[in-house]
């Protein structure tokens, strides 16, 4: 990594191997792969919360909620790939 020292008004401001904005992380070297495993770490959690809250095990109910609860998420700054 290459290794900028940027001050303002004398102030060092400090290097950071990511950063978050509007929701989407953005990596030092720009590759997708830590906003990618966020995504999928919270896709998983909200499937998760959905097969413990729900008691019917009713597909329809499950993917119902699952396109509510889950599905708008991961497709949130989704810039390409296939469709659900």
């Known amino acids: 990594m290459l290794e900028h020292n940027v001050s303002i008004a004398g102030h060092k401001l400090p290097t950071l191997l990511s950063c978050r904005d509007l929701g989407v992380t953005i990596s030092h070297d720009l590759k997708p792969a830590e906003h990618i495993g966020q995504m999928v770490a919270k896709a998983y959690q909200r499937a998760n919360i959905i097969l413990r809250s729900f008691l019917s095990r009713d597909v329809g109910s ?9 599905w708008p998420m991961v497709e949130y700054n989704r810039s390409s790939g296939p469709n659900r």
């Open 62 to 70: 499950l993917d119902r909620a699952f396109d509510v609860y889950v």
